[in-house]
């Protein structure tokens, strides 16, 4: 394989791809700190805390969300813009001459947009969700799985406040919530506290995903990802799907909801585009690198148009989301997900998501972690 087919290779999609790799990456030496009664009692705390410091740190509102949205409505989060990861569908409404076309969200990136202007948040306000997603096309390993919790959380703002200065801003106040939850785990469940496993750092670096290309030019980008967080152990890499000098996105991103395109030399002193980014941190538990969100500033109206016009999906214009963006129907706002098993498969030192979630893992897998002392759940 070519450096620049490996590359391509690199952006296909979550997962290691065999479960061969996959009983190479897992730990070896692995022994739970927390039983599964002391897990459970601890990620509930977590998921108190960390819900509570979003609402004080963002003005954040907690709402209910829909599992559920239509094929037509233009709402389902697609993920990527290649088409590669589709949603489960069904025909939904037993009795009606014509059935609806339901489909299983896999994320709830483009309903929160909608939800700020149908729950009248103004500037500064937002709202969280507990959200709950299948992603069917998912490879399961270590810490992607086809179920999917979420803290999906959208914000309102104006235009003065699309730029990088203000996502730092916000992407700071994320950090000091997970370092809070994070220190209230360690105080309430002592067992945690290991010396092999040192706490997050104070304080998130940044990076823009044009940097580490020029840092590491010849790896591909989650080889570049782990060398970076290796030396950074939490950083925060803005400019995720605009072609970088290589001619490839440090990753793909769906074309109608983070804004990957806008001009940002202004504030950086170097060619790069994109208002937005994702947190990632180095897991010592697993040894590799670890995502927590994925975040940003949404598309406006005008860069909506050109990254449809990028991505070959101008067809998509004529969807009601899509059609209340272009006519400013909905507010500029600024989001993103973060896992909450991926946060509680961190803060409270697993080496599985299954560890902290209940969900459908191919039986190669469960036996390769009960070898490794894993005890996923069932």
């Known amino acids: ?23 190479k990456v897992l730990p070896t030496d692995y022994r739970p700190l927390l039983d599964r009664k002391e897990t459970q009692k601890a ?10 410091g979003l609402a004080r740190e963002l003005n954040l509102m907690m709402v209910t969300v829909p599992l559920i949205v239509t094929r037509e ?8 813009r290649d088409g590669s990861r589709t949603p489960v569908e069904f025909p939904c409404g037993l009795g009606l001459e014509k059935r609806l076309n339901a489909q299983v969200v896999q994320a709830a990136t483009k309903w929160k947009r909608m939800a700020l202007a149908q729950f009248g948040c103004t500037p500064g306000e937002g709202i969280n969700t507990d959200m ?52 209230w785990a360690l105080e309430n469940f ?66 109608d909801y983070d804004d990957w395109i806008t001009d940002t030399s202004t504030e950086t002193g170097s060619d790069t585009h994109g208002l937005n980014g994702d947190i990632l941190v180095w897991n010592p538990v697993t040894r590799r690198r670890h995502e927590l969100s994925s975040m940003g500033i949404r598309v406006n109206a005008e860069t909506l148009v050109k990254q449809l016009e990028m991505a070959d999906l101008m067809d998509n214009l004529t969807l009601p989301y899509h059609q209340a963006i272009v006519n400013h129907e909905i507010p500029l ?42 005890h996923v759940l069932e």
């Open 73 to 80: 409505s233009g709402v389902n989060d697609m993920l990527d």
């Open 132 to 183: 709950r997603a299948v992603r069917k096309d998912y490879f399961l390993d270590h810490d992607h799985s086809s179920y999917v919790d979420q803290w999906d959380w959208e914000r309102t703002i104006t235009e003065k406040d699309r730029n990088l200065a203000f996502l730092t801003g916000v992407v700071q106040r994320l950090w000091k919530v997970f370092k809070e939850a994070e220190n």
């Open 1 to 23: 394989m070519t450096t620049l087919d490996a590359k391509k290779a690199d952006l296909a999609g979550p997962g290691i791809g065999t479960y061969e790799e996959v009983a």
């Open 333 to 374: 706002s600024i989001g993103g997900g973060i896992g909450q098993s991926r946060t509680y498969m961190l803060l409270l030192k697993k080496a599985h998501l299954g560890e902290v979630s209940v969900t459908l893992w191919p039986d190669e897998l469960k036996r390769i972690c009960a070898e490794r002392n894993i």
């Open 190 to 255: 002592p067992a945690l506290v290991d010396d092999r496993y040192p706490p997050l750092p104070d304080e998130l670096e940044f990076f823009h995903a044009e940097q580490i290309l020029e840092m590491y030019p010849d790896l591909p980008r989650k080889q570049r990802e782990t060398r970076l967080i290796q030396e950074h152990p939490a950083v925060f890499i803005y400019g995720i799907g605009w072609p970088l000098a290589d001619g490839l996105p440090h990753e793909m991103r769906a074309a």
């Open 43 to 52: 990620l509930f705390g977590v998921k108190r805390i960390i819900e509570d």
